[in-house]
Every structure is written in structure tokens, then in C-alpha cells.
């Protein structure tokens, strides 16, 4: 069954709609066709962005998810230690959590840049995450996105640290580290970082959830991915 369903796709791409149709007609009954294929791997994609972007969103999305959780760039790493050493432990803790903050109001921002992109996924684009790696689908939502979400995701960033107080706290933060002695002075780019990191973690979370529906049957929430799963079983 597998080999005519490849190659009807194939035959997609060398032929009019009314040609595959064609060979679409000639399936044996209750076979599936390359167009349930894309429908399964779109519905999928949707569930992943329901079920674990969404949860990025609220406060402690990013926080108190270990998987995600943005933690210091190496150069503020050791500014982080040097003001626990000097009893600004609690300064140092509310500046990582402003951090995980920015992030949080910035996700909400990939939702519709990933629907666009689940929406614009082609029948090849489907053959190839079904029959991909267990990350297929993630590497596709990573290349279709990721410039998008980073022009979404910085100004949010940029403006969330100053609606919680972020570039007052790291910028007391950081003239408290330089202003100590024999140190070298920091001066990061803040914004481009968590940017970033916000990204990772939307694809880290995509990702978790691929990897369910894929080895988890009872992830297959609906008849259509039950069917278009059983295919990479």
C-alpha cells in the first residue's frame, strides 16, 4: 500500500489535479489517499501548537519548564555569581525571571505564524515528514518559521523587559558587576539572547509533542491520525 501511495505523490508532482485525481480513483477502497496524508500531518502540526506552544504562554511557561527554561548566557554567568557572592542573591534571581517573562509574552506571537505555515504545507511536504525522521515535522516548522518568529518575537521582548522592569533590573544589575573590582565589563545584548532562546523553546516543545503522536498511538486523538500514523508504524 505504502509503495502506491508514494507513488501517487510522485505522480503529483509530474501532473495536472485532474491526472492525480486519476490515479487517486484507482486506490483500492479504504486505502488512504496523499491528500488525507497532508490533512493528518497539518492536524498533527495543529496539536502540537495547541497542546504545547499555548502552555509557553502563561506565566511560568518558560519558568518552571526545565525543558525550556532560559537560563544566563555564559557571560552573564559570571556576573550571576559574583552578586550571590556579595549577598545580591535575590537581585540575581528576579533578573533571571524577568528573562523567562520576556519569553512567555512573546509566544503567543508564533501561533499564527504557524498556522500560516501548517496551512501552506504541500502533499511532497507531508510525504517527506511522515516518512522522515521523528523530528520531520519540527525541522519543517523550524525552517518555514523561524526568520518570521524572530522578527515577532524581538520588539515583544525588547518591550516586555521594559513593561516588567527588565532593562531597569539588569541594568542595575550589570553597574553592580562592572563596578566591582577586577572584573571586566559586560554589556550583552539581552534581547537578541532570549529572543533566541524563545525560539528554542517554542521547537523544543513542537518537537515533544511530535515525538508523542509518532510513538504514542493513544496521541492519535483522531480517526485521520490514527490512519495517516499507522503508515510509519
Known amino acids: 500500500m505504502l509503495k502506491r501511495i508514494l507513488l501517487a505523490l510522485v505522480v503529483f508532482q509530474l501532473s495536472a489535479c485532474?491526472?492525480?485525481q486519476?490515479?487517486?480513483?484507482?486506490?483500492?477502497n479504504g486505502e488512504i489517499?496523499?491528500?488525507q496524508i497532508a490533512a493528518g500531518l497539518k492536524e498533527a502540526l495543529q496539536n502540537g501548537v495547541k497542546n504545547q506552544v499555548t502552555a509557553l504562554t502563561v506565566q511560568d511557561g518558560f519558568f518552571k519548564n526545565e525543558l525550556v527554561k532560559i537560563l544566563l548566557p555564559e557571560e552573564l554567568q559570571k556576573v550571576d555569581r559574583a552578586l550571590r557572592s556579595v549577598g545580591l542573591s535575590n537581585l540575581a534571581d528576579e533578573g533571571l525571571k524577568v528573562l523567562?517573562?520576556?519569553a512567555e509574552d512573546a509566544v503567543g506571537e508564533?501561533?499564527?505564524v504557524f498556522a500560516d505555515a501548517i496551512t501552506g504545507m504541500t502533499i511532497v511536504d507531508a510525504r517527506n515528514i511522515l516518512l522522515g525522521d521523528k523530528n520531520s515535522a519540527t525541522l519543517y516548522l523550524?525552517?518555514?518559521t523561524s526568520e518570521a518568529l524572530y522578527q515577532k518575537f524581538n520588539p515583544i521582548i525588547n518591550n516586555s523587559f521594559k513593561k516588567v522592569?527588565?532593562?531597569k533590573i539588569w541594568t542595575d544589575l550589570i553597574t553592580r558587576y562592572n563596578n566591582l573590582p577586577l572584573t571586566a565589563d559586560v554589556n550583552p545584548d539581552l534581547t537578541d539572547y532570549v529572543t533566541n532562546e524563545a525560539l528554542k523553546g517554542v521547537f523544543t516543545m513542537v518537537a515533544v509533542e511530535e515525538v508523542e503522536i509518532r510513538a504514542n498511538v493513544a496521541k492519535?486523538?483522531?480517526?485521520?491520525?490514527?490512519?495517516v500514523f499507522a503508515l510509519q508504524d
Open 18 to 20: 485532474s491526472e492525480l
Open 22 to 28: 486519476q490515479v487517486i480513483n484507482q486506490l483500492p
Open 33 to 35: 489517499t496523499n491528500f
Open 100 to 102: 523567562n517573562r520576556a
Open 110 to 112: 508564533a501561533i499564527p
Open 142 to 144: 523550524k525552517n518555514a
Open 165 to 167: 522592569g527588565a532593562d
Open 220 to 227: 492519535r486523538t483522531s480517526d485521520l491520525l490514527k490512519r
